[in-house]
Antibody, heavy 118, light 107 residues
Framework: QVQLVQSGAEVKKPGASVKVSCKAS????????ISWVRQAPGQGLEWMGW????????NYAQKVQGRVTMTTDTSTSTAYMEVRSLRPDDTAVFYC???????????WGPGTLVTVSS | SYVLTQPPSVSVAPGQTARISCGGN??????VHWYQQKPGQAPVVVVY???DRPSGIPERFSGSNSGNTATLTISWVEAGDEADYYC???????????FGSGTKVTV
């Protein structure tokens, strides 16, 4: 079955960077893109960006453009998202989700809590 | 950028019908997808492409989309349906996925 396994919770200081991983299994990794979605405490879902696992093309939300980098390692079927210059308001659960291109997200990882605090 | 508007909350009695709206400019021309998220859990798609249900999702969940409003309907609501619900579309003008603001359904 399709499974997305994410890396564990992180605590970072303001100004630091964090890199979250999402390891896929149960399907051909390069057949579907991966989206990253942020959810701040008590808030809604916010799409951050998408990466093609086929060729590495990326598309970022305006809000995070320049501060976020999404990559993949097809040899391990793993997607990564790095967020730089972390601020306290970046504290959130970050989800990876398998994306049908231009459509919907049918499988989600369990989420990774990133806490930014001095 | 494309904006999806949902009511913050909907309250419904068990056994009744809940209707959750998702408003957007000419949303009827787009495919709308709906997710259910329970506390502490990842979202789960309950309706995709306006009105299709993934396997394992009860027939009580249905969707429609026309004009400027898409609607998720939950029939014969159960206590276990209490959750946050989000609509989502693909905005082809920006190549971005867009989520609605979410609706908390209280049973």
């Amino acid at each position: 079955q399709v499974q997305l396994v994410q890396s564990g919770a992180e605590v970072k200081k303001p100004g630091a960077s964090v890199k979250v991983s999402c390891k896929a299994s149960g399907y051909d990794f390069t057949n579907y893109g991966i989206s990253w979605v942020r959810q701040a405490p008590g808030q809604g879902l916010e799409w951050m960006g998408w990466i093609s696992t086929y060729n590495g093309d990326t598309n970022y939300a305006q809000k995070v453009q320049g501060r976020v980098t999404m990559t993949t390692d097809t040899s391990t079927s793993t997607a990564y998202m790095e967020v730089r210059s972390l601020r306290p308001d970046d504290t959130a659960v970050f989800y990876c989700a398998r994306a049908y291109s231009g459509s919907y997200h049918d499988s989600w990882g369990p989420g990774t809590l990133v806490t930014v605090s001095s | 950028s494309y904006v999806l508007t949902q009511p913050p909350s909907v309250s419904v009695a068990p056994g009744q019908t809940a209707r959750i709206s998702c408003g957007g400019n000419n949303i009827g021309s787009k495919s709308v997808h709906w997710y259910q998220q329970k506390p502490g859990q990842a979202p789960v798609v309950v309706v995709y492409d306006d009105s299709d249900r993934p396997s394992g999702i009860p027939e009580r969940f249905s969707g429609s989309n026309s004009g400027n409003t898409a609607t998720l309907t939950i029939s014969w609501v159960e206590a276990g349906d209490e959750a946050d619900y989000y609509c989502q579309v693909w905005d082809s003008s920006s190549d971005h996925y867009v989520f609605g603001s979410g609706t908390k359904v209280t049973v």
